[in-house]
């Protein structure tokens, strides 16, 4: 949000330089993120000064310039050669010096020492457009004669510079969304610390309101009064539409508005100076001088003004004519009712809308507008009537016209303001310090809140309306603290705390931990949105029923809550390898959700499920290109190295666990599950090109997805124990199996430690070799087996016993040769 210096000076008189007003907003919870000056023209008209055209004579080389001697306040003229037609002796001019900066539409330049055509130019005299100060170039700007020569530019046209605060608003806020809604914390603020109460907002008047005539009144209804709680109106004839004047212009441009018209201006003005939206209508527009607040029919299309055509979704809360549909109430207008340079008669619109109402609708279609922004956070009731006058004189004065009609208030049931009870005991407890009840009060009634009552013990208050964000009294103590000052606060010299015994295993250690060890292993952690798109769980290998889907979505991109850590992992993967970052080591810890629709559960929330999982990534090559080592592609193996590392820092032994290999499920070209039990507890594959080149990715990329949830409860059951260095040496024998192809290596490590599992330590495949002479879907494979006895020396006799065992159980469970 963007707030004038200039402007807000209007409403309260600070005393404070824009830095020093900074630092009191950001102090008071109105954060700026940044404070830019900015000039009435750009540059400043820094080196721009008034100078007299002393001599004006042909230029010797050239038909069309003039050599001209300037007297700009300097001991002698300045030379400047000068090609406008209308330059002449006498004239008072402006004279851009020799250093000086012009800015144009094509860019700023820098008014340098020159020779033109052979004779010396040192400055420039300057036509309007040049110096920012209008659209004409068709000559120098001639100035009055009484021009003080030397005199600097920005000077004689009083040219006041501003700055601009940048608030970073909370979305609870919304009550200081316009100048007179920052005035009045600064109004609080200046008034606490002052111990005063001399400051106070500058309302602008309205007590000269009065309607001309009653001639052209509109009959308003409202038919849904929940979604429109109040409608205030009035009409103005005879306006005159036109270009506004300069200072309202400048008001607008100073916070990055552009101008429209007279009386489209104002009611931006009006938005931005009391944070209270206004819609002004051409009364053509209207010719049954009726006005209807009502939620048309689904299907009924509406065109913006725009252009664009909208199916509404009879949720719509839309403001009509008796025929059509003249507005999508609090967020945009259509297409004829808006005032154009056409218009001599104006419908003035000031309403509350319903939040809610707002909000969906502004997302179904898609729609961000000042108004809706305001709207769907919550409006104040008590504004309209207010706010539609002040924008009314402000028009008769500007535009003309006559204000036709009386205010039309519309305001079926007043709402009552809430009421909050204060204790003294629960500010001191919440802010850590005792403050004095007087400092209370006077903090409350800088802030409108209604003292109803006070006791020894604390306030009965009324909240304003337009303090939608204050429903309980720990919002009142937030308003208390951040006037009264957070570092005011301070910091006490001893704390006191509880003994907490925390449940074993401590699961954010465990996941710190096992992030450290893959980001030494050189994955890099990525954190994703939530939120992702429901197109995505349209994949095969995901059902879309099992979406989360969000009623009201921010937008069609972010509609759902994520199934699976994969899409936003392949985003990921997309977004750097477009940046030519092309080999990538990923992982991710977050939550995925799911929803049940079968069944009928008792509470409805039992239908959805949340869980915690690791997501692994791998693509690319497996190391960087070096000159002598080859580089070859990150393969499945990789990415299954790197989960049985996560699984033995978590100590869970692979012996276990159950591995299952099968070609696919969809979003895998081929996968491998891993089970304790019944339990699956991961999977890891290469994902298949159908969804790879989805994301317009080339390269090969593997995918893991560990159950971290399940792992917890096999950590737990996992006992370290010491043991000492081996005294023994370790014996290994290999052994060659011709095996069929479909057999895994996984069996063969399973069948050797169920066959030997006394003396056997490690089994390890370390070739494996394929080719027709062995036999149709045969494969060869060199297994090394390491034996090693705690106890003693193993002998040769004790070694060929137990590996006669291992070749004996191969060639009966596995139908292997031993080759």
């Known amino acids: 949000m963007h707030i004038s210096y200039n402007w807000l000076k209007s409403y309260v008189n600070t005393g404070k330089s824009p830095e020093e007003l900074s630092v009191l907003l950001t102090d008071c919870g109105l954060e700026v993120e940044a404070l830019e000056k900015r000039e009435a023209v750009p540059g400043g008209l820094k080196g721009v000064v008034v100078g007299k055209v002393v001599s004006c004579v042909p230029h010797p080389n050239a038909d069309r310039l003039v050599l001209t001697g300037v007297d700009a306040g300097f001991d002698d003229p300045l030379p400047i050669v000068c090609g406008a037609p209308n330059v002449r002796e006498g004239q008072k001019v402006l004279v851009a010096t020799v250093g000086s900066t012009l800015y144009t539409d094509k860019g700023p330049f820098e008014i340098k020492k020159a020779k033109i055509r052979g004779e010396r130019s040192e400055g420039m005299i300057c036509a309007e457009d040049e110096l920012g100060l209008g659209d004409s170039h068709e000559g120098i700007m001639v100035l009055p004669e009484d021009a003080p020569v030397g005199m600097e530019a920005a000077e004689y046209f009083a040219l006041e510079a501003d700055w601009l605060y940048e608030i970073g608003l909370t979305p609870n806020r919304i009550d200081a969304a316009s100048h007179i809604g920052v005035a009045r914390d600064v109004v609080a603020v200046l008034n606490h610390h002052q111990q005063s109460r001399e400051h106070r907002v500058l309302w602008p008047d309205v007590s000269g309101f009065r309607s001309d005539n009653e001639q052209l009144q509109v009959e308003v209804s409202i038919e849904d009064p929940e979604a429109c709680p109040r409608y205030s109106s009035l009409t103005i004839s005879g306006v005159e539409v036109k270009e506004s004047p300069d200072w309202l212009k400048n008001r607008l441009l100073s916070i990055g508005l552009k101008p429209l018209n007279n009386v489209v201006d104002i009611t931006n003005f009006v938005l931005h100076e009391m944070g209270q939206p206004l819609h002004a209508f051409d009364m053509q527009s209207i010719p049954g001088k009726k006005v209807i607040v009502r939620k048309p029919p689904k299907g009924e299309v509406f065109e913006t003004l725009d252009g664009e055509k909208l199916e509404l979704t009879g949720e719509d809360l839309m403001i009509c004519n008796e025929k059509d549909s003249m507005c999508m109430g609090g967020i945009l207008g259509g297409i004829h009712s808006g005032v154009t340079g056409e218009t001599t008669d104006v419908f003035l619109e000031s309403a509350c809308f319903d939040p809610v109402t707002i909000r969906k609708s502004a997302r179904h279609h898609g729609l961000k507008t000042e108004a809706s922004f305001r709207f769907e956070r919550g409006s104040d009731p008590e504004m309209t009537v207010y706010a539609l006058k002040r924008a009314a004189l402000l028009i008769r004065e500007i535009a003309g016209g006559r204000i036709s009609s009386p205010v039309n208030d519309v305001f079926p049931g007043k709402p009552e303001r809430r009421q909050i009870e204060l204790s003294f005991w629960h500010i001191n407890t919440l802010i850590g310090k005792a403050l004095a009840p007087e400092e209370i009060r006077s903090i409350l009634e800088d802030l409108d809140f209604e003292i109803v009552s006070e006791s020894k013990t604390g306030f009965h208050l009324s909240v304003p309306h337009y303090r939608v964000d204050v429903t309980r009294p720990a919002d009142v103590i937030e308003e208390v603290l951040r006037i009264y000052g957070y570092n005011n606060v301070e910091v006490p010299s001893k704390m ?278 062995l036999g149709r879907n045969k494969k060869s494979y060199a297994v090394s087996f390491t034996l090693l006895d705690k106890e003693k020396t193993l002998r040769d006799k004790d070694v060929d016993k137990v590996m006669k065992k291992l070749a004996t159980a191969y060639e009966k469970k596995l139908g292997a040769v031993i080759r």
């Open 496 to 773: 006191h705390s509880s003994i907490v015994i925390s449940p074993k295993p401590d699961h954010e250690q465990l996941q710190n931990v096992v992030a450290d060890m893959l980001s030494s292993r050189g994955f890099n952690e990525i954190m994703n949105n939530s939120l992702t798109r429901a197109a995505y769980y349209e994949h095969k290998g995901f059902e879309h029923g099992k979406s989360v889907a969000l009623v009201n979505p921010l937008s069609q991109d972010l509609n759902v809550m994520r199934q699976s850590l994969l899409f936003g992992g392949l985003e990921v993967i997309r977004y750097n390898q477009n940046r030519r970052v092309e080999d990538l080591k990923l992982y991710e810890f977050g939550n995925i959700y799911l929803r049940d629709a079968s069944g009928n559960p008792s509470d409805p929330l039992d239908a959805y499920s949340e869980r915690l999982v690791l997501g692994l990534f791998m693509t690319g090559r497996r190391q960087p290109e070096n000159w002598h080592e080859p580089f070859p592609a990150t393969d499945f193996f990789d990415l299954k190295n790197a989960v049985f590392a996560v699984l033995q820092r978590l100590g869970i032994d692979k012996n276990d666990l159950d591995l299952k290999q099968q070609e696919g499920p969809d979003p895998f070209a081929y996968s491998l599950e891993i089970y304790s039990g019944d339990d699956r507890i991961g999977t890891l594959g290469m994902l298949n090109r159908e969804t790879v080149q989805a994301f317009d990715l080339k390269d090969e990329v593997f995918y893991g997805m560990l159950e971290w949830e399940a792992l917890l409860p096999l950590f737990a059951a996992q006992k370290l124990l010491y043991e000492d260095v081996p005294r023994y040496p370790e014996v290994r024998r290999d052994l060659a199996l011709l095996i069929d192809s479909d057999i895994s290596f996984a069996e063969i490590e399973r069948i050797a430690f169920d066959t030997g599992k006394k003396l056997l330590s490690d089994v390890n495949l370390f070739d494996v070799y394929q080719d027709e002479k």
